[in-house]
Each structure stands twice: as structure tokens, then as C-alpha cells.
């Protein structure tokens, strides 16, 4: 059975009604499962993750856009996330029997859909991207709804991928396809928030270090301790381990030692297989020995 | 659905025609899955992996049971490996919706069709023993197939739990309950056999070490390496880091470093998890925060 996994924004995190109204949309298409929700005040913003076979998925995040679209007014949107849509940015990730070809095309079709019956430009991102700018989020959404507002009518480079150059109240939808994300926090022993920076910005790939990592540092005051917290885009690529390690040697130079991680939200399996593999050296091993694996064959 | 594991050991491990005709006996049992067939020449020992409802599995292991007591003759059976049937060892192993207890009450069903229709007696070990020392196997096999022939008839302390007080050429069967055992191997860079004993002695249960811990040292000579070769029992009891840690720090004092390690056969998913959060030092980490958790429920 192919499954694909879904992750809709949506650019509202604090009136219950519009978010239960738009999560129910997809809970009324048979055969997908909702698996999270999570609404953030001050973003202004609900993450929403379910899980299905591609067209069910599809259909659903179909009608949880077009009820967005009527419930959510970007002109009197506010919060602290980047955003230029009600429905700001649709991923589809692949979990199995799914190649991410198979994504990239899920993307493009619900892409013109979008477009074509809701009248709302749609740009395509990650693995989907049609062009190299606008592979990353930021550099689509760079102005946000009210810059876009504006440039999409007269700059070319803003043209979506599908749907109209002009935005109504429902904004812009950015849609891809993209390997699942791991959202990990390393905790520091210190109070000093360089440290997590410097360290963030050794190990972030837009400062020159590892692919597809994102990090940032932050401070936790009630424990006193700061946090490289990050996403990690691609574990395939960046494994968990590797950034772990680095964070630890890092933190070393420093005089500082790491009391304890996060993980943020759900982690592929074989992402935390891959940690256990690494640590105790296992030689020749093949993930067909988890015995879990076996049953779902 | 409730799924029991089921892992018999056959007293066959050369001839062909008759593992084939055995696991054919669990093959046709609809709705078990077979996982896994091991034959071994110098043990002269099979060893079948395989899964499913209880009742499924339980009457796919009599079947089996009842032609292996057919086609191996124990008076003519020789092999490195202890053993005192034709069907010498069946756990049963509980993998999900199904208790301990209920592989106990499966394992006690079981002992008493092998023992009222094949004739053949039977001893309850592990979860299921009657007596503390029937819990250990290396207890129940003591003097193997050929001294137990001639001390079941007279020493009450040899009395089966199932069937008569006597051997036919299908020798006497274990039956029990136990939790999913890993096989793990650590390897060390040194060729001194010593090292590997005396770290498997400090190791295992049974001179003082950890609990549900079976170990043993090995010379792997094409490789001039010596391995800590392991069973661990319950790893919610003593869990892979645990021994792993321990081999590093004592191999250490004794100048010898770990170079890799190998897991043989089947783990559960649960195990490795287990390691990667220790590794990872991940606080509050739930288990379904794995995505592939969130699928099958």
C-alpha cells in the first residue's frame, strides 16, 4: 500500500471554530489518518500531519484548502511566522511503497488544482521546484503576503507555478514534496547563549556547514541552559549522529557538555535505527533484522 | 490482532528433506508467516523463526512437532549443540496486544497436546516453569537425550510437567515462555583469547555479572580478533548499552578497544530504540513519536 505523509500550514493558530473547521475536512475523507495537530498562539499558525494512499491525501488537503481559504482573511492575519497564505505551504512527504517522483508529482497536480478551481497562485518548492529559487520556503516567501500582495502583478520572477498573478484574501499556497524532518534539540550546560549561536552557526548549512541542517540557538531560562535547536531536512543525507557529534566536540572546545536532547514531533524509525547502528559499531546490518519490519511485509 | 512469535529448534541440521518436511508442517498452517529457517551442520540443529495469532501458531508448532518425532531418531542424533528431543526447544515470544501470561497459558496448552496425543514428555521453562529449577534450559537438558532416557524413569525431580515418564526416539521436549532474545556480538582488536573470556565471565549472569546475560569469548582467526559473543535475555532488564558500555570500559583497562559489533538474526525495533535514546541522551522521548508506530494503530 503506497503511503504518503501531509503537513498543511495553516496561517491560523488561535480561533479553535476556523482550525476544527478546517482540520475537519480532512477527517471526513475515508481512508486517511489524522496524526497531529498543533496550533501555535503566537505564530498564528496550526500544523496539521495526516497520513494515507496519495489520492485519498490529496482530496483531503484539496478541501482543507478551500475551507481555509474561505475562513481565513490574510489582510487581518498577524503572527510571528513567515507567511503568505492561509493555506501557506502543503508538503508531501513519502513513508512507503512511494518514491519521492511519485511526491514531486502528487505535488504538481494538487498544485493546479489549487490554481485552477480556487484561483490562488501556487508556487512549487523542495523537490518540486521548478526553478533553483524557489527550492527553500524563505526565498519564496520573501516580502510575505503583503510584499507579494504587490509584486506578483508586475514582477515576472514572482509568476506562480499555477493559478493567477494576482492574490485574494486567501494569499498564496507554496506546494512540494520533501524526505520527512527531524525537528532535534541539543541542550547545553551553560547560560550563555553564544555558545548555542556559535555552534548553530557552525553546523547550519547557510553558514557553510552540514547539508540540508538548519539550527539556531535559544535560551532556556527556567533551566538555565541554551539549546541548538534545529531541523534536520534530510536524515538521509545529515544524519542525527553527525550533527550530535559535532555539537558534542564543539561544546568540548568551549568547556561545555550537552545534558540532554529533544526530539520534536514524530522521527522516522530508521533515523533513530541509524543512531543505534552508529554508536555500537554494528557491522553488515540490515534493517530487514527488525523484527517489525518483517511483519509488514 | 494479537501476534505471538514462535521459534522451535529442530534436533536436524544436514538433511534436507527432513527440515523441508518439518517446516512444510508450519507452512501450511494459513495465516502464520514463516520469518526464518537457521541449519547449522556441526550443531545438526535447525532453528525456525515464524509468527502469528496464537492459535495459528500453536497448531502450526504441534504439526511440526509431531513429524519431527516421526523423522529424527535422538538414539541416532549427533551434534555439538545440547539436546534431548526431536523437537528439542519451543518458546513462544510475545510481539504485540498479547501478554506474558497469556504465552504462558499458550506454551501450558500446548505441553499438554504434546504430551497426551505424541506421547512425548514435556518440561515448562522460562515464564512458564513449575519449578525454579526448570526455568534455566541448561538445567532441564542436564545429562541431554541419553541420560535423561535412563533418570526420567526413576528420579522424581525428572518427572515431566506433560506426558509420560519416558523416552521414545522423539526424546523429551522443552515448552516455554520468554521475551524476544537478541544475539549480539562484540568484536575486539586484540587475538588474546583471554580478554574476551574474562570480560564475557564479568559480563554474564551466571558468575556474577548482569542479569538475563549469556556470554562466552571467541577467537575469530581470519580476522586475529576475539568477540564477546552474547545472548541477552530481556533487554528490558539489561539493555545492549548496558553490555556494550561495560565491554568498552573493561577492554580499555585491559589496552584493547571495541572495532564492531553484529547483531545475528531478529531484534526488535524497540531494542535499538532504546539505544539511540541512550546515545542521544533524548529526554521524555515516547515511543509514539515514531512514525511508523502511528501506522499501525
Chains 1, 2 share one sequence.
Not at 500500500?1 to 493558530?13: A, D, H, R, T, Y
Not at 485552477?116 to 523542495?126: E, F, G, Q, S
Not at 520572477?157 to 498564496?172: N, V
Amino acid at each position: 500500500m503506497k503511503l504518503v505523509e501531509c503537513i498543511p500550514n495553516f496561517s491560523e493558530g488561535r480561533d479553535k471554530k476556523i482550525i476544527d473547521a478546517i482540520v475537519n475536512e480532512i477527517k471526513k475523507v475515508k481512508n486517511v489518518s489524522l496524526l497531529d495537530v498543533e496550533s501555535d498562539k503566537d505564530h498564528n499558525r496550526s500544523v496539521v500531519t495526516f497520513i494515507g494512499e496519495p489520492e485519498d491525501v490529496k482530496k483531503a488537503v484539496f478541501f482543507a484548502t478551500a475551507k481555509a481559504a474561505k475562513l481565513i482573511d490574510m489582510n487581518k492575519h498577524k503572527g510571528e511566522h513567515p507567511r503568505m497564505g492561509a493555506t501557506d505551504v502543503i508538503p508531501f512527504v513519502p513513508i512507503s511503497d512511494i518514491t519521492m517522483k511519485e511526491c514531486v508529482g502528487l505535488a504538481k497536480e494538487l498544485g493546479k488544482e489549487i490554481g485552477d478551481k480556487l484561483k490562488i497562485p501556487v508556487y512549487l518548492y523542495a523537490e518540486a521546484a521548478t526553478r533553483p529559487d524557489r527550492v527553500r520556503l524563505p526565498d519564496i516567501r520573501k516580502g510575505e503576503y503583503e510584499g507579494l500582495k504587490e509584486e506578483i502583478k508586475t514582477n515576472p520572477d514572482r509568476k506562480p507555478d499555477f493559478g493567477p498573478s494576482q492574490l485574494s484574501s486567501a494569499g498564496a499556497t507554496t506546494v512540494g514534496a520533501r524526505p520527512p524532518l527531524i525537528a532535534f534539540n541539543v541542550n547545553l550546560n551553560t547560560n550563555d547563549l553564544q555558545v548555542a549561536n556559535d555552534i548553530a552557526k557552525l553546523i547550519r548549512e547557510s553558514s557553510g556547514g552540514f547539508k540540508v541542517v538548519q539550527a539556531k540557538g535559544f535560551e532556556i531560562k527556567e533551566r538555565g541552559l541554551v539549546q541548538v535547536s534545529m531541523n534536520l531536512l534530510d536524515y538521509n543525507v545529515t544524519s542525527i549522529f553527525k550533527v550530535f557529534d559535532t555539537i558534542k566536540e564543539e561544546a568540548k572546545k568551549r568547556g561545555v557538555e550537552i545534558v540532554g536532547s529533544e526530539v520534536i514531533g514524530l522521527i522516522p524509525m530508521d533515523a533513530l535505527i541509524d543512531v543505534a547502528e552508529h554508536y555500537l559499531k554494528i557491522e553488515n546490518f540490515k534493517k530487514d533484522q527488525i523484527l517489525e519490519k518483517r511483519l509488514s511485509e
